[in-house]
């Protein structure tokens, strides 16, 4: 039976006994077996992953989880950090009761964050896959555009900051040809708050560099990039995956920066190939 809730974390448990407050991380759970648990984009939210929710949860306990600022989850209550994001997962499996290590997969910021509790949990996890993500920190540059997109989500709201952005998020051939996808993407981002996408613009600027953590990481590790990502290029994640001792990496055709959304049949089977694959090697 598919459970959806808001779970409460550790801090706002403390807070709620002093006041009447309504502060959760929004999740969705559904299926059984090994643990697969999904982290979102920016600016959208875990309902981008119901196409692998829906194919994964016949054989594995499939968990979305909201990124603080988004979709249901309260706002980041310091600042925003992805190690806040990995540190409210954390708290999300305690919450379901979940003690065996999981497989993690975040696309771009649920990358960033992905990475982040890696480095917090390694012994919590069993399995990576990082989709259209990167290692590095944030160029100058990149950090000036990032205040530029705050000023935007502040003023203009979360629907300005998708405009924006969506040449880039989405590939050349979704564009052309998957008008349903671009109105997905648009729908899903609308549903944002500006305030929190600002603060989740805040975590993304000033998330750290990742690249020696994955050196060092000892878990196997699928990097998936569709092959039209101008944000997270094929060239830079497999640069990525080659510097990481147990990563493969997979290009997928015809999809941009959201390929899971833009490809999710093709996605799905790259996830799929690669779990079934740690089940053969035990
Ligand atoms: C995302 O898709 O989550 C963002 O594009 C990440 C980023 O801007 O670094």
Redo the contacts with the bound molecule.
């Keep these: 039976m598919p459970q959806q809730g808001r779970c409460q974390t550790d801090v706002e448990i403390m807070l709620k006994s002093s006041f009447s407050s309504n502060e959760h991380i929004g999740f969705d759970a559904a299926g059984h077996g090994k643990p697969l648990v999904f982290l979102h ?2 600016p959208l939210n875990r309902a981008m992953w119901a196409e692998q929710v829906d194919e994964f949860s016949s054989d594995y306990y499939v968990i979305a989880m909201d990124a603080r600022g988004m979709g249901e989850s309260v706002a980041f209550d310091a600042a925003p950090a992805m190690e806040t994001i990995a540190r409210d997962l954390e708290q999300l499996l305690r919450y379901l009761k979940i003690e065996q290590p999981i497989a993690l997969c975040g ?4 990358g ?1 964050a992905a990475m982040a509790f890696a480095g917090l949990f390694p012994e919590k996890l069993c399995a990576l896959i990082l989709a ?3 290692p590095d920190a ?1 160029s100058e540059e ?1 950090r000036a555009n990032r205040a530029t997109m705050i000023e935007v989500a502040k003023e203009q709201g979360s629907s300005a900051v998708a405009e924006k ?1 969506m040449p ?2 989405l590939g050349d051939t979704t564009r052309a040809e998957k008008p349903e996808v671009v109105g997905l993407v648009q729908n899903l981002a609308a549903q944002q708050k500006g305030e929190g996408l600002a603060q989740a613009l805040e975590a ?1 600027r000033d998330r750290p560099d990742s690249t020696e953590l994955l050196q060092s990481l000892n878990v196997p590790t699928l990097v998936i990039t569709g092959e039209e990502d101008s ?1 997270t290029s094929p060239e830079i994640m497999g640069r990525m995956a080659q510097s990481m001792p147990r990563a493969q990496h997979v290009v997928i055709p015809k999809a941009g ?2 390929a899971n959304l833009e490809q999710p049949r093709e996605f799905n089977w790259v996830v799929r190939e690669f779990l079934e694959g740690l089940k053969d090697s035990g």
């Design positions: 984009a920016f696309l771009s910021m649920g960033y259209d993500t990167r944030d990149a952005m880039k998020l993304l944000i920066h959201l």
